[in-house]
């Protein structure tokens, strides 16, 4: 959206330019015209050639007055531009929430769902197949309307509140015993750590607080046997100030 601006400021100022050179030719060639040899059009007949010679340096001098002046607009509106440019990105890095991932439990026990077990048989004890991973606004500002795994979760995350989010791949048999009580399905055939049972890679799609929208993709790091989620990468989906929805 922004470079199709760009471009279309670009060619407001070529047309103008070529506008402007037009003219000042059509006038230089009418003028020009009136002094040709005993005046080609009727208002040359009672000049000299010292009137042409005072005309023509004058011309020149107006017409460089007006580039000069149309350079000096162009130049400021471009600077201008891309120094509005320059706060705005400053702006929206500044905004942005830090998340931190913590996978907080693994095969643990899911929702309210009661399970009956004999505590001195181990064959009993049930068998959880889920994960779990808490989310952290660490950052200066809260977001709003945070999606995690393709799905809508939490209408906001203050600055330093924490969420939660229980959930397992589509093969395991909680989501046949306890559906209700995962906040998300994945799909079996994502890419995963098969021994884990951890997705490798998950986004969090949110809005800041100007109204952008933005996901955060973070993958599964393996340091030292430890296993943690890193940020992988940013990504603007739309800014407010695209969709016309920026305020000013």
Request: with cysteine; net charge neutral.
């Amino acid at each position: 959206m922004r470079k199709c601006d760009k471009r279309q400021n670009g060619k407001k100022a070529a047309r103008l330019s070529v506008f402007f050179v037009v003219l000042a030719v059509l006038f230089y060639i009418i003028v020009y015209g009136c002094f040709w040899g005993d005046g080609f059009l009727m208002p040359g007949r009672e000049l000299e050639k010292r009137d042409w010679l005072g005309f023509f340096g004058a011309y020149l001098s107006f017409i460089g007055t007006i580039a000069v002046s149309l350079i000096a607009l162009f130049q400021s509106s471009y600077f201008s531009k891309r120094e509005d440019e320059r706060r705005y990105k400053e702006r929206l890095e500044m905004i942005q929430p830090i998340f931190s991932i913590d996978i907080s439990a693994q095969n643990s026990h899911v929702g309210n769902y009661a399970v009956s077990f004999n505590p001195s048989d181990a064959s009993t004890y049930p068998r959880y197949d889920n994960f779990t991973i808490k989310i952290e606004n660490i950052g200066e500002y809260p977001v709003m309307h945070i999606c995690v795994f393709e799905k809508y979760m939490f209408p906001a995350i203050k600055l330093g509140e924490s969420k939660s989010i229980q959930a397992a791949f589509s093969d395991s048999e909680d989501v046949r015993k306890y559906l209700k009580g995962l906040k998300a399905v994945l799909d079996s055939n994502e890419a995963r750590d098969e021994k884990q049972r951890l997705p490798l890679e998950f986004n969090i799609c949110y809005d800041d607080i100007d109204g952008n929208s933005l996901y955060q993709t973070f993958r599964l790091v393996d340091y030292d046997g430890v296993k943690y989620y890193a940020l992988k990468c940013k990504e603007v989906v739309s800014t407010a100030r695209d969709r016309g929805n920026g305020c000013g």
